[in-house]
């Protein structure tokens, strides 16, 4: 399979199972709405742009890693489920609920409203922890992913969900176009850890 690995996710899906691919087209495309409503002038947060080059990421990083065939098609569909819908609550609140951080109400909403998605989908649980840490700073985020299921088992069979959990923050990390950091040149002393982070990285892809 590697010798040929389709170009994009949901392509992949589709080439080994195309009920995932289906599931997965949908989930996309129920979303949009609270996708468009990511997208504001002047924001750094590109609603439906930004998810889905994080989704090109996690396909990247994939595909890059040489062996594709480590991924269950079940696993890339959690990972194109967790691209599409790790930002929703930028969409669904003007602000996060008190003593909520992003992207866990992001994983709430999901959890409470999984029949909007798909009919029994039970794997919004599984959702909710891969992207519930997404945006912790790096400390943190080791921290926690200690306490994400090593192998976490769905009526499909067990997914890698720590593994899962670093692609899916990496792919996030790695959408550093000028749209989502500040501009070349700007006093490094003046960012927070998370945009020192996006900087760097974007530094390091350029060049």
């Known amino acids: 399979m590697n010798g040929n690995v389709p170009e994009t996710l949901r392509d992949y899906l589709k080439s ?27 924001s750094n947060e590109n609603g439906e742009v930004h998810v889905k080059m994080v989704e090109r990421n996690i396909w990247r990083l994939i595909k890059d890693s040489g062996n594709v065939s480590e991924f269950t098609p079940y696993e890339v569909f959690l990972l194109s489920c967790s691209a599409c819908c790790h930002d929703f609550d930028k969409g669904l609140f003007d602000s996060l609920p008190y003593d909520m951080e992003h992207g866990e109400g992001s994983g709430d909403y999901v959890f409470k409203e999984f ?14 922890k891969i992207i519930g840490i997404h945006d912790f700073s790096s400390e943190r985020f080791h921290e926690e ?3 994400v299921d090593l ?12 593994k899962l959990a670093v692609i899916f923050k990496a792919a996030d990390i790695l959408h550093t176009d000028n749209s989502r950091i500040p501009t070349m040149g700007v006093d490094l002393a003046k960012l927070t850890d998370k945009q020192k982070n996006k900087h760097h990285a974007r530094e390091s892809i350029s060049g």
Do not use: C, M, Y
């Open 151 to 162: 192998s976490f088992s769905l009526s499909s069979g067990p997914v890698k969900l720590q």
């Open 115 to 128: 029949k909007t998605f798909l009919q029994n989908f039970h794997e919004s649980f599984a959702i909710k």
């Open 16 to 42: 080994r199972d195309e009920e995932l691919a289906d599931r997965a087209n949908h989930f996309w495309r129920i979303s949009k709405q609270i996708l468009d409503r990511q997208s504001r002038p002047n």
């Open 145 to 147: 992913l200690k306490k």
